[in-house]
T-cell receptor, first 116, second 111 residues
Framework: EADIYQTPRYLVIGTGKKITLECSQTMGHDKMYWYQQDPGMELHLIHYSYGVNSTEKGDLSSESTVSRIRTEHFPLTLESARPSHTSQYLCASSEYVGRGGTGELFFGEGSRLTVL | DQQVKQNSPSLSVQEGRISILNCDYT??????FLWYKKYPAEGPTFLISISSIKDKNEDGRFTVFLNKSAKHLSLHIVPSQPGDSAVYFC??????????FGAGTRLTVKP
């Protein structure tokens, strides 16, 4: 069972609000990711991190930002939420293949965001 | 540019029969392929994987086949069970640990 946790699981907020989606993992993984998924669509990589103080943008342009101050924590922030940000956000982590990892991603349960 | 494609959004099979889920990819640099299973309101969970040096990997009722020349892989579930009903995502990695996912196929196994 993967030890990666996301909060909140569900969030409904009004336009213009600032929100932070939390993600924590206890596996000591260096790599962490944020994916965005809409129903019936593929998971789109929006942010990833190779380790502490490392953050990179993914394939899908996103107005969100991330930080990686601690290995276990990778929060995602939207400064001013809009209805177009309504989606499911999935956090994941993995270990480098060269350090004994298999390349497998371990996912959290997701945060479903609805912006009214 | 969708590098991993699952062209069937849904599949329905009878309990006990074989389920075959298909996936195509375009990037010849992909060398590691995975299948994830996702239930509603949960995150995806790893199911089975295959390296590009193999053409088949089996784990219980689940078998993944890889055809590198056709850039195609498939997941076979036999026999299918109602508990297998979920969305199945195909994923591919190019060795840099950056993974690309397909859009998923919703499998429904009818009792």
């Amino acid at each position: 069972e993967a030890d990666i946790y996301q909060t909140p699981r569900y969030l409904v907020i009004g336009t213009g609000k600032k929100i932070t989606l939390e993600c924590s993992q206890t596996m000591g993984h260096d790599k962490m990711y944020w994916y965005q998924q809409d129903p019936g669509m593929e998971l789109h990589l929006i942010h990833y991190s190779y380790g502490v103080n490392s953050t990179e943008k993914g394939d899908l342009s996103s107005e969100s930002t991330v930080s990686r101050i601690r290995t276990e924590h990778f929060p995602l922030t939207l400064e001013s939420a809009r209805p177009s940000h309504t989606s499911q956000y999935l956090c994941a982590s993995s270990e480098y293949v060269g350090r004994g990892g298999t390349g497998e991603l371990f996912f959290g349960e997701g945060s479903r965001l609805t912006v009214l | 540019d969708q590098q991993v494609k699952q062209n069937s959004p849904s599949l329905s099979v009878q309990e006990g029969r074989i389920s075959i889920l298909n996936c195509d990819y375009t990037n010849s640099m992909f060398d590691y392929f995975l299948w994830y299973k996702k239930y509603p309101a949960e995150g995806p969970t790893f199911l089975i994987s295959i390296s590009s040096i193999k053409d088949k990997n089996e784990d219980g009722r689940f078998t993944v086949f890889l055809n590198k020349s056709a850039k195609h892989l498939s997941l076979h579930i036999v026999p299918s069970q109602p508990g297998d009903s979920a969305v199945y995502f195909c994923a591919a990695s190019d060795g840099n640990n950056d993974m690309r996912f397909g859009a998923g196929t919703r499998l429904t196994v009818k009792p």
